[in-house]
Every structure is written in C-alpha cells, then in structure tokens.
C-alpha cells in the first residue's frame, strides 16, 4: 500500500478527483532487461498490501470520493480450495457475512452524528438478508499476483527471482469507501492503514469451520432441490422450520411455534424429516392470522437458498415457482388469455393487448406468461387476486348467463394434468376450491392439519359439482420485434436507465412497473434487472429477437465471468451492488414493457 499512500500524499490538500489514484500510474523497471535503465510505463489501480489485492475504480462520474474497491484475497490464505466444489455461491456468500463484522467495527469507529458521511467517511459493504444468491459484492475469481516490489514514488521494480507467478483464484469483495472531503490524511489513514488492517483480521480469525457447516448445509439444500425434481413432490417445508418473521425486518420471530408436518405428509429427504407438498393443487386455508399466508410466503421464499438460522433454510420449493397476483394497469402484449377469458368487446382474447389490464386480465396474462417461460409451480394469495377471476359460484353462474371469465377454479386440474403446472393456494373466503383441490390443508394458531377427507365431505353434502369447460389452448407463439426493444429514448444519442426504490425501471423510452413482481427478494435484483435489459438491448443486432436464446447465453457468460460485467457507470442513479435474479422475472419484466412490438407468430412478417 507503499505506492497508493504515495499518490495519495502527493495530490493537492483539496482534491475532489482523486485522478492520481484512479490512474495507478507507475514505471516499471526490469533488472532482466538489458535496458533496464529504460522503465516500462503502466497504469495499474489495483494496490497490493502483501498478497492482497486492493483495485480501485470508479463508481461513477458524480461519486468521484467514493471509489469501488474491489478487495482479492488469495484463497490458500483462507484454507479454501480451489476445486470447483468449494468454490460456490454459499461460500463466497458465507465470507461476505463474515467480512462485514470487521467494516462494522471500523464504521463504528468513524461515526459521528453531528456530521454527514462526506465529512466522517464511511464503508459500504452488501449486508444481505437470508437468502443465498450470486453477487458482484462477493465471488471467485483468478487474480493476477504481485510480481514486483515497491521502489519508491510511482517506481516500482520487477521481481527477478526466477518464480512463475501466474493468476491465484482469489476471495474478491466489492464495496465502496466513501473518502472523508478534503482530508487527505484522513483518507491514508481509512485507505492504507485501516481497510488492509481489518482484511488481515478476517484473514487471520477466518472460520473455516463454519464455512464447512454453510458448505454443507448448501450441498443438503442442493441435494434436496436436486431430489424434488424427479419427485412427485413441488415444496418440502422441513420440520422445525420458523416461518414467522419479526415485525418489520426478514428476520425470524422469537419464540414463534416451529413448524410440524401432518403425520401422513411427514417425508424424509437426505435425512431431513418434514412436510411434502406433492404436485398437483394444494389449498391452504384458515381463520384469519392463523399462519396460512405466512406458510405461502415461506414457501415462496424456497424458491432460493437460505443461511443457516434463517428459519426457513430447509424450506425447499421447485426453482422456477412464481408468485401470481392480479395486476391492474399493467401492460399486455399479444397474449392469449383465452383459456380464462372468452370474449371481450371489441377484442381478441388469443391475442390480447392492452395498455392498461384490468384485475382479472392481468391475472390471466400473469399465469399465461409465467406457463409460458417454463413455470411448473404456481403461488396464489386470494388476497392479493381478482375475485371475479378466482371463482364463479352456482349461483352466480346461473343469474349471469353472458359471462366472459371461465375462473381459475376451472382450469387449475387442467393446468396440471395437460401443462405439469402445479398450483398452491391460500383461500380464506371462498369454499369453490375445496372440490377441485388434491390436497386441503388448515392452518389453526400457525400449525397445520390435513382436512381433506373433511372437505371433500362438505362438497359432498352440498352437492357441489365440477363442471369443466372444453381445454384450452395454452400456446403463446409470440415474437418480439428490435422496434422499440431500445436503452436509447427516441431522437437522443444518449442512452437512459434509471432505477427507482419505488418500484420502477426506466430505460430509453419505457417507465416498467415491476411492484407486481413479488419474487423479486433485494433491491439489488432490481438493478441487476435494469442492466440485464440494457445488456440485451444493446447487443442484440437481430430485427426479430430470439428472446429465449439471447437469455440463456446472457445466464451462460454470467456463471463463466461473474454478473459485474453487466455493470455500466454511466448511470449514475442505479447502485454498484448488484444480486443474480431469475430468468423468470427477466421475462416477466420484458412482458411489462409498453413501448416494444411483440406479434404473433403467424403475424411476425
């Protein structure tokens, strides 16, 4: 860190730029060269103290005093392997949280509340939630090794030693530092003095035991995702699990009751015992605040990962779940929704488009869309539905003869029997679904009981009786057109990306409401969504775009080379951290653009 104290101390007292220290520059001097009296100049931001790498860049052009640091630590100094096996998402996951005990303490030195963080200085570091996901704040990478020693000034002299020093997989964390205004000696001292200290800390105090237990608690979480597709089974809730969180945070309540299977759904999986909801349609049902939605957002929660005392670490559900709601306002393009709306003024319902969904059409196309892009497992709230949508009673049906809405009451089994789609429902006020469900649970004071014999026997009593409609066609067959598909608003040279904490991404001429995209777990999704759609935008060169294919290759580059790559700091509004997000809400996010031209297949020419 000789040479960044350096530059550092040589800038002007009120420097706002820190040009010197982005720059790196250096001459380097070669004793191996018969003209070594010759240095070599080069620009190398990334600082070593010992072993570790310290690369500093630039966050972006308005937030030249809080640069990215982008920490490598050698992994052999932390006892990981570097076989592919230790090498994971949970690892790199597990050494973030333990990286963050020691920026909270170095914080915690620097706070003081009569003064703004430009003032004190401060680290930022990615403090995540429960889950387990890929992240630019925390990954493996190989990282060029130091291969000279510091001289003096910007000098520095190549190491003659005779040794290969090729790239080390490294431990890599991202954060931000922000530098305190005006104080350079300040910003030594938090640079090259505290930072490097606090990293040998981690290093020197590293658990390697329990990156062993988050090592093995995600290979038991891997075995059981791994288990459930060839399954019968759509969700495990292991038994013991805390599915309550505490007011207001993701954490898991105190004293809550522990969750406890029904004795004829109790299964074990890879020595796990607890609850199997097997495929097919399962309702939730119970008095109010009785645990039957807290149950459903568990289970949506098991879409990902999550850390050991999460509660819900052991709640395993099919990976490509999506949670549906109705949607109102939310824009439709050429969609068939006619499996669940017949006819409509003036419309086509097998291509339907609409630049502001009503409840139940937002519904449809939510459901459609999700089957469409590879959905198996559908997670509906009643709720969070549209009524008319949901069910159509006996007697509803008979006074309105004319209606245009076949209820999802009506196509649940057909959407598992011919599509393999499963579907979980919580239900608290309609008793239509009892008779078209396979399994019927109730959540009494938040434990659960299996009342389906109890409720098919209600049906029975009252003669409810399940008349289907013909099936449906379920095909999309939709092509998305470049028109529109843009970064770039209309008649500018300058490209446009905004992320809004409200629930808003803004790109070239589009405003996407994604507030209805409720598998969307972190913020820091939503900036990576942002840059993935400005990603596909601005390397498709195609009229028509093979959506799917320029996806999957997007998620391919990602697992060689990490998600950092989709990072631009030209937008200066959208956060450096970002977390891996889900094929599923890209789509979803895409179906929610107004501006693009979608057609039908047979209409594409």
Request: hydrophobic content about 35%; aromatic content about 8%; charged content about 25%.
């Amino acid at each position: 860190m000789k040479r960044l104290k350096n530059k550092l101390l040589s800038m002007e007292p009120g420097t706002t730029t820190y040009k010197e220290m982005y720059e790196g520059y250096m001459l380097v001097y070669d004793p191996a060269s018969a003209s070594e009296r010759d240095p070599i100049e080069e620009y190398n931001a990334t600082y070593y103290n010992e072993r570790v790498g310290f690369q500093i860049t630039g966050t972006h052009k308005l937030a030249q005093d809080k640069p990215t640091v982008t920490i490598s630590i050698p992994c052999d100094m932390l006892g990981i392997s570097t076989d592919g096996a230790e090498l994971t998402p949970a690892a790199a996951d597990f050494c973030l949280r333990a990286f963050g005990k020691y920026i909270d303490e170095l914080n915690a030195e620097l706070y003081n509340r009569s003064r703004p963080d430009n003032e004190n200085g401060k680290y930022y570091l990615c403090h995540p939630g429960g889950e387990v996901l890929a992240r630019n704040t925390a990954h493996f990478a190989l990282c060029p090794q130091k291969d000279y020693r510091y001289w003096k000034g910007s000098d520095v002299v190549l190491l003659n030693d005779g040794k290969s020093r090729p790239p080390l997989m490294c431990l890599s964390i991202r954060m931000l530092v922000q530098l305190p205004f005006k104080k350079l000696r300040k910003t030594v001292q938090m640079l090259c003095r505290d930072l490097p200290d606090a990293v040998d800390r981690f290093i020197a105090d590293f658990d390697i035991s329990g990156l062993a237990r988050a090592k093995a608690l995600a290979e038991k979480q891997s075995a059981i995702r791994t288990w459930l597709k060839a399954s019968e089974y759509c969700a495990f809730v292991a038994n013991g699990s805390i599915l309550p969180r505490a007011k207001g945070t993701d954490l898991p309540m105190q004293e809550a009751i522990p969750f406890k299977s029904t004795a004829d759904d109790e299964i074990e999986v890879c020595g796990v015992r607890g609850m199997g909801i097997k495929k097919g349609v399962t309702v939730i049902t119970g008095g109010g605040y009785s645990g039957k939605s807290t149950l459903l957002d568990a289970i949506s929660a098991g879409i990902y990962d999550h850390v050991e005392g999460d509660g819900r670490e052991l709640c395993i559900t099919d990976g490509s779940a999506v949670t549906i709601s109705a949607e109102d306002g939310r824009s439709v393009k050429h969609v068939n929704i006619s499996p669940f709306i017949k006819w409509l003024p003036g419309g086509d319902t097998g291509d339907f488009s609409t630049d502001h969904a009503s409840g139940s059409t937002s519904q449809a196309a939510n459901i459609m869309e999700a089957v469409d892009t590879g959905a198996k497992l559908l997670l509906i709230d009643e709720d969070r539905s549209a009524t008319n949508f949901m069910i159509r009673d006996r007697m509803m049906k008979e006074l309105i003869e004319k209606e245009p809405i076949t209820p999802f009451t009506d196509r649940v089994n057909e959407l598992h029997k011919t599509r393999g789609v499963s579907t979980i429902l919580v239900i608290g006020g309609s008793g239509e679904y009892l008779s078209v469900a396979d399994k019927i649970y109730m959540m009494e004071d938040y434990l659960i009981h299996d009342v389906t014999e109890k409720s098919k026997g209600i049906c029975a009593s009252f003669g409810v009786e399940s008349e289907m409609p013909p099936c449906a066609k379920w095909a999309q067959g939709r092509v998305l057109y470049a028109e529109g598909f843009s970064s770039y608003p209309e008649r500018s040279g300058t490209e446009r990306l905004e992320v809004s904490d409200m629930g808003f991404i803004l790109i070239g001429d589009e405003r996407i409401d994604v507030r209805g995209l409720h598998d969307i777990i972190t913020p820091r999704q939503l900036d990576t969504l942002g840059f993935m759609l400005r990603y596909l935008e601005t390397t498709n060169r195609d009229n028509k775009v093979d959506l799917a294919c320029k996806v999957d290759a997007m998620y391919e580059r990602i697992e060689k080379e990490g998600i950092d790559f989709l990072y631009s700091a030209f937008f200066t509004t959208c956060e450096r951290f970002l977390d891996l997000p889900r094929k599923q809400e890209l789509f979803a996010l895409i179906n929610r653009m107004r501006k693009v031209k979608f057609a039908k297949a047979g209409d594409a020419e």
